[in-house]
């Protein structure tokens, strides 16, 4: 267990010493300021219309209601879509940092068992996948309650705080194959490419109607973009990624366990 706490103590010391922490942070502050924007327009549909196509898009993405439900839900959707790319950038790095600046043979070459390592690495990407999740919902009830829309109940927050939080934990429980695919490409991209990738197929598969038993199409279906919840997912589609979670955290542990320290 000491080995692991310095391991994750490590990883952490890492992370605060770039400034990637703070990019993630300002890439997800958009979603919220973004979402407020839209209620704004929404609010006043005379300025909506002088300003051209912006109402169009606006009335498309937010379905032209400006309150609580509509505003909880473009978080929502926005952190089942574009999490699951930030969060595949998260783990990237975390994952593949030492591989691109050439440390990685030191790493490899420390008397802590490499088991310890990973999992650091993993329990790092978790605690930040929480913080923004978290920051994300802080600035939305921020920036809902400076727009001033109608709507507002405890009950919603509660239930819509809820969902985000479980959505951002179905975008991480995806993360392992993304953390093993930065490790075997010795790098940022190979994680990345995997994101991208299976990202579009997810739409693809929602798309043919085979979401529910694609792991990559769950974020965005259980945060509500294609329709209400129950009716696009069943306790299947839980099943079938929690089985791509702990193959991917098997395999990612197996490779750093047989990783050639040499290279």
Do not use: C, N
Request: glycine share 10%; net charge positive.
């Amino acid at each position: 267990m000491s080995a692991f706490v310095s391991a994750l103590w490590a990883e952490t010391l890492k992370a605060r010493r770039s400034k990637v922490p703070l990019l993630t942070a300002a890439a997800f502050s958009i979603l919220p300021l973004v979402g407020g924007l839209f209620m704004v327009i929404l609010k006043d549909p005379e300025r909506a219309r002088a300003m051209g196509l912006i109402s169009v898009k606006a009335q498309f993405f937010t379905a032209g209601v400006a309150d609580w439900p509509t505003f909880f839900d473009v978080l929502l959707q926005g952190t089942g879509i574009a999490g699951m790319i930030l969060y595949a950038f998260i783990t990237s790095w975390v994952f593949g940092r030492e591989f691109s600046d050439r440390t990685a043979k030191e790493l490899l070459a420390l008397p802590t068992p490499r088991w310890s390592v990973v999992g650091a690495k993993f329990v790092l990407a978790a605690l930040w996948t929480v913080v923004l999740a978290l920051l994300v919902l802080i600035l939305g009830l921020g920036v809902g309650s400076a727009v001033t829309i109608p709507g507002w109940s405890l009950a919603l927050a509660w239930r819509s705080s809820l969902a985000l939080m479980a959505t951002a934990g179905l975008s991480f429980m995806l993360m392992p194959f993304v953390a093993l695919l930065a490790s075997v490409g010795r790098g940022y991209l190979s994680g990345l490419g995997w994101a991208f990738l299976t990202l579009a197929l997810g739409q693809i598969a929602a798309v043919m109607g085979w979401g529910d038993w694609f792991p990559w199409s769950l974020p965005p279906l259980f945060s509500g973009m294609a329709g209400a919840r129950a009716e696009m997912l069943g306790w299947h589609s839980y099943v079938m990624i929690s089985l791509t979670f702990l193959a991917g955290l098997a395999s990612t542990i197996i490779w750093w366990r047989t990783a050639d320290q040499a290279r």
